[in-house]
């Protein structure tokens, strides 16, 4: 059984809706566990049980916005200092506005996810620009959900950015799967 953590903040839904089609496609799997928490509600046990960790997050004034990042420097800043996520596998995927069509932060959000995960020791799954629906909602870190048009109104997330949202999510517990716990690195796995 691969298990899988998401973990996201969402205020106005946007990054929900990519979250839930992430575990609902997961869920379909009968070797596949699926956990959907909030950044509020997730714990240290959460992540220590977990093969793949799936971090989301809209874009808030050009970064990762404060719940998650609280978390992250409260609940995974513990595991980072005592090694417990090294070696396992992660992805990211975000929501944004897209204000400007010049990226409006998203570049800074994704990176800054990935620097997260590559901080813990994370094994980081990309978004292959060869992605069935990529040029409507993939960005080569995961998954990236436009929520405004170019005049600023709210959209509905597009089908095929939520397509988009499977498949990241499929790629992420396939190779969690593949590596099905193995210490692939240099050092001691702690447990
Ligand atoms: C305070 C605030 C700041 C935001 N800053 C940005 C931004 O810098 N770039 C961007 O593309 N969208 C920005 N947005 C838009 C949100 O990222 C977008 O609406 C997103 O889909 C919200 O996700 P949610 O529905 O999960 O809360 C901002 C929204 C708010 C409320």
């Not at 049980?49 to 513990?78: E, H, R």
């Amino acid at each position: 059984m691969t298990n899988v953590l998401i973990v996201y903040a969402s205020q106005f839904g946007n990054t929900e809706k990519m979250a839930k089609a992430m575990e609902q496609t997961l869920l379909e799997s009968s070797e596949i566990k699926c956990q959907l928490k909030k950044a509020e509600t997730v714990t240290e046990t959460d992540f220590i049980n977990a093969d793949a960790i799936i971090l989301g997050s809209p874009v808030k004034m050009g970064s990762i916005d404060w719940q998650l990042k609280k978390m992250i420097d409260t609940v995974m800043g513990s595991l980072w200092v005592a090694n417990k996520l090294v070696g396992k596998v992660g992805g990211t995927f975000a929501s944004g506005g897209g204000f400007g069509k010049g990226g409006a932060g998203a570049e800074i959000t994704f990176t800054s996810l990935a620097n997260v995960l590559m901080e813990m020791g994370i094994i980081y799954v990309p978004l292959p620009k060869n992605t069935q629906g990529y040029k409507f909602g993939g960005i080569q870190w995961g998954a990236y959900g436009v929520s405004a048009n170019e005049d600023m109104q709210p959209q509905t997330l597009m089908e095929n950015q939520l397509e988009v949202c499977r498949i990241h999510a499929q790629n992420i517990a396939r190779v969690a799967k593949t590596i099905n716990g193995q210490n692939l690195f240099q050092c001691e796995l702690e447990n």
